[in-house]
């Protein structure tokens, strides 16, 4: 069974930085791309970040101006996002997201989510 | 950037049928997905590329697309088809993934 746990969610000041990890099990994380999504409190999803199977293809939503890194580490099995520059505005739940195989701009498979709020 | 449009929600009662649309410039010449999320969970893939179902999911799902308009269509719909339904494709000219803004389903 596929499954995606997101963890490192929580309040933060607005200006500081946070890091979200994804542990994946029940498939092979290094064939698989990856991405981020998030969805702010009653609002709609937004794409943030996509990563290749191998780490070497990384796409950003315009609207993050270079403020979010995404990494892997396929040893690990492990999904990062690094948030610098927090926002209000950045305050949703973050969701790990799994490419669907040969159809990789598909995403077929989700985590719970970790919630990020970000507030003085 | 590419934007895609739906309707806010739709109402329908039990056992009809359930047209949701999402609207985009030439949106028949992508490919487009369907995830329905329901209160309190994480969303879920229901058609994939116009009209594939993702194992598990109900023949009752069904996708088209065509010209400017993909369209999600649930048949005897039941109540626990409630939930918000989102329409998604991926941006080539931008290399970006982008969302509708939601369509919420109302069961009667």
Redesign the interface.
Known sequence: EVQLVESGGGLVQPGGSLRLSCTASGFTFSSYEMNWVRQAPGKGLEWVSHISNSGSTLYYADSLKGRFTISRDNAKNSLYLQMNSLRAEDTAVYYCVRGHGSSWYVFDHWGQGTLVTVSS | ?YVLAQAPSVSVAPGQTARMTCGGDNIGGK?V?W?Q?KPGQ????VV??DSDR?SGIPERFSGSNSGNTATLTINRVEAGDEA?Y?C?V?DSSS????????TKLTVL
Do not use: I, M
């Open positions: 950037s490919a997905h995830y999320q994480a969303p879920v893939l994939y590329d993702p918000d989102y998604q991926w290399d970006h993934w982008v969302f509708g803004g939601g």
